[in-house]
């Protein structure tokens, strides 16, 4: 079901139950590489199905189940998983699946049984094309994203990493996609495949690495594909003759109005308000990142100096040291952790704020900008729980010491002791006569 043109391949389209694959012809014969795929996967839904996958196997795997390629293939696969089967509440995700050609692929749990890597990416309806780099480099796998909330080709995030994973020396690249009961538009713009080489390594001619038969057979066959492709746009046009010369309109239309509507607008602002917050969160995640290294340092720096300082004591000495090593150490732990929790929770928001799929609605800016505000209170909250915690531990030669209270003077003798001891006795008993008379006096008028 994929429908090539002259700048992208539509794998499949937004109807129900399409599959659709683009595979390499010839084997690669690369030991290390690296492929940077440039796509759009778009509809209408606030869900879509089922997703799209990269391949790179030893066999062609032409049509099949898994995302429109077939099972039980040999070398990897990285699966945008659009569509949450198993109802955990984690998709859209990206998933890293090997095989050894005896697998069948566990789609009703969305492969989490057999996923080497996985992470949660919402790779839907993004303002410009997403981006994933796979390289393959000394048995390791890694997946770097690009969201696709900027311009920016480069603004790649880490996803996963698989190491001392072993694939096939030669195979195929290729990439598929498929629609279920829900469908999205699935849009390949380019397919980069780059050859990665040991430092001092020569490489291979290019004349080496495909024969002159071979240019001049794949030379035809794309003249041959392209008179084709123009014989069908010229029958297209006579069929519909109606929406001949309507790109030039829409041009003179542009030239005519170059003011921008309400609406275009407003999207605009959106857009740009989601990618400002993005790249708040972004230098948040930086921050927290120095905040855990200034930890970890701080904890190794106190564990050497108390180390140093107990040596040469006797052994007390020495289990007070440990016992001080061990509390720092464990409060280290703590705040370590609650700044763990923190980018958790803006990972959470990140991927909250790319899965809005109403972005002109005014309550979901504002519940964006709110949830936001709350992240930085947060922060600041976080901040100075740790410079208390520091200050808390600080070895105790760098600690204020209070001075020592001078001792308090005695004011009372023994004699003003015992004289007022019989004042306080003779004013009880004067007091005990005093209430029996009332009592006494009271009884009579009963």
């Known amino acids: 079901d994929a429908i090539p043109s002259a700048d992208q391949i539509r794998i499949t389209t937004s109807l129900k139950s399409q599959r659709g694959s683009v595979w390499t012809k010839n084997k690669s014969i690369f030991e290390y590489w690296e492929v940077e795929v440039t796509f759009r996967v778009t509809g209408r839904g606030r869900i879509g199905a089922d997703g799209l996958a990269i391949?790179?196997?030893?066999?062609?795997?032409?049509?099949?189940p898994v995302f429109g390629a077939a099972d039980k293939w040999n070398g990897v696969g990285i699966f945008f998983d659009s569509f949450d089967n198993d109802g955990k509440k984690n998709n859209p995700g990206v998933i890293i699946v090997g095989n050894n050609g005896k697998l069948l692929y566990d789609h009703q749990n969305d492969g989490s049984t057999q996923a080497l890597a996985s992470c949660q990416r919402d790779f839907r309806n993004k303002p410009y094309p997403v981006r994933a780099k796979i390289t393959y480099y000394q048995k390791t796998l890694t997946v770097l994203i690009n969201n696709g909330f900027t311009p920016d080709k480069e603004d790649y995030e880490f996803c996963a990493k698989v190491e001392e994973m072993v694939l096939p020396s030669q195979g195929y690249f290729g990439i598929s996609a498929a629609t279920g009961g829900l469908a999205d538009d699935h849009d390949v713009l380019s397919f980069l495949t780059f050859q990665l080489t040991e430092p001092g390594k020569e490489l291979p001619t290019a004349d080496a690495e495909i024969p002159e038969k071979d240019k001049e057979k794949y030379q035809e066959e794309f003249e041959h594909f392209q008179q084709e492709l123009d014989k069908k746009k010229e029958e297209f046009q006579k069929e519909h003759p109606d929406v001949q010369g309507q790109p030039g309109k829409l041009l003179e239309q542009f030239f005519d109005d170059p003011f921008e509507t309400v609406n275009d607008r407003e999207l605009r602002q959106i857009f740009e308000g989601q990618n400002r917050i993005h790249l708040e969160i972004k230098q948040l995640n930086r921050q927290l990142d120095m905040i855990l290294d200034e930890q970890r340092r701080y904890v190794s720096a106190v564990t050497e100096e108390i180390a140093k300082r107990g040596a040469g004591v006797s052994g007390q000495q020495g289990q007070v040291s440990q016992q001080e090593i061990d509390k720092v150490v464990k409060t280290q732990e703590e705040v370590i952790k609650q700044?763990?929790?923190?980018?958790n929770a803006m990972t959470d928001t990140l991927r909250?704020?790319?899965?809005?799929?109403?972005?002109?609605?005014?309550?979901?800016?504002?519940?964006?900008?709110?949830?936001?505000?709350?992240?930085?209170?947060?922060?600041?909250?976080?901040?100075?729980?740790?410079?208390?915690?520091?200050?808390?531990?600080?070895?105790?030669?760098?600690?204020?010491?209070?001075?020592?209270?001078?001792?308090?003077?005695?004011?009372?003798?023994?004699?003003?002791?015992?004289?007022?001891?019989?004042?306080?006795?003779?004013?009880?008993?004067?007091?005990?006569?005093?209430?029996?008379?009332?009592?006494?006096?009271?009884?009579?008028?009963?």
């Open 55 to 64: 391949w790179f196997t030893e066999e062609q795997g032409m049509e099949g």
């Open 352 to 446: 909250l704020i790319s899965g809005a799929q109403h972005p002109g609605s005014a309550a979901g800016v504002y519940e964006t900008t709110q949830h936001f505000n709350d992240i930085k209170e947060h922060l600041h909250v976080v901040k100075r729980d740790i410079e208390h915690l520091v200050q808390r531990n600080m070895p105790s030669s760098e600690k204020s010491k209070c001075p020592d209270l001078p001792p308090f003077p005695s004011c009372l003798s023994t004699m003003h002791f015992f004289v007022f001891v019989a004042v306080q006795t003779v004013l009880f008993i004067a007091y005990i006569m005093y209430r029996s008379q009332q009592e006494a006096a009271a009884k009579k008028f009963f």
């Open 339 to 343: 700044v763990n929790e923190m980018r």
